[in-house]
């Protein structure tokens, strides 16, 4: 595709409910990172994909959080028994190669999570 | 922490004017970016320096990078009120990471 795309772009839950957040990264990218954004805060990285593997995971915040990318294209992010501070902006970013040298990354509009 | 920290947090200016923000860091990198956010919308890349260049321009945007003090500073010349955004410097080391951001507003 011509960019990176996330949906959905809204996603209002209860508290305890389980969500599934998708990122269709730019064709051909290697690269998949998934950053939190709370309001008025820069991202916070979450994880790193390089094609399937999960090589780095350390910023995600509890075992509720889980990210896949099976076929090394599409990503999911999977948030179980949502709480109110999981409430945040997820931004997915893509980037052409693999690595974490400091690529440049590009951004998906990100999906805005509102928990009751 | 690898991350940038930004300042200010807040810059107001009217149009026209130049915009300057700084950013600093604490450990050794690669290079280090900047990226722009309009509200509602995901980062864009703005410009990249490598830590052997000491300044680079794209436009109206100049970058400077001073790897004997872990600063740079983000130059934006005549602003635009389109330039009303949020700005973030993200240093690469083993990760891009992004500190607070520069909230920009340029009044018309």
């Known amino acids: 595709g011509a960019g990176v795309s996330q949906s959905p772009r809204y996603k209002v839950a209860k508290r305890g409910q389980d969500v599934a957040l998708r990122c269709d990264p730019i064709s051909g990218h290697v690269s998949l990172f998934w950053y939190q954004q709370a309001l008025g805060q820069g991202p916070e990285f979450l994880t790193y994909f390089q094609n399937e593997a999960q090589l780095d995971k350390s910023g995600l915040p509890s075992d509720r959080f889980f990210a896949e990318r099976p076929e090394g294209s599409v990503s999911t992010l999977k948030i179980q028994r949502t709480q109110q501070e999981d409430s945040a902006v997820y931004l997915c970013a893509s980037s052409l190669a693999g690595g974490t040298k400091g690529e440049k990354l590009f951004f998906g509009s990100g999906t805005q999570l509102s928990v009751l | 922490s690898q991350q940038g920290e930004e300042d200010p947090q807040a810059l107001s200016i009217q149009e026209g004017e130049n915009a300057t923000m700084n950013c600093s860091y604490k450990t050794s990198i690669n290079n280090l970016q900047w990226y722009r956010q309009n509200s509602g919308r995901g980062l864009v890349h703005l410009i990249l320096i490598r830590s052997n260049e000491r300044e680079k321009h794209s436009g109206r945007l100049r970058v400077t990078l001073d790897t004997s003090k872990k600063s740079s500073s983000l130059l934006i010349t005549a602003s635009r009120a389109a330039d009303t955004a949020s700005y973030f410097c993200?240093?690469?080391?083993?990760?891009?990471?992004f500190g607070g951001g520069t909230r920009l507003m340029v009044k018309p």
């Open positions: 993200a240093p690469a080391g083993n990760m891009l990471t």
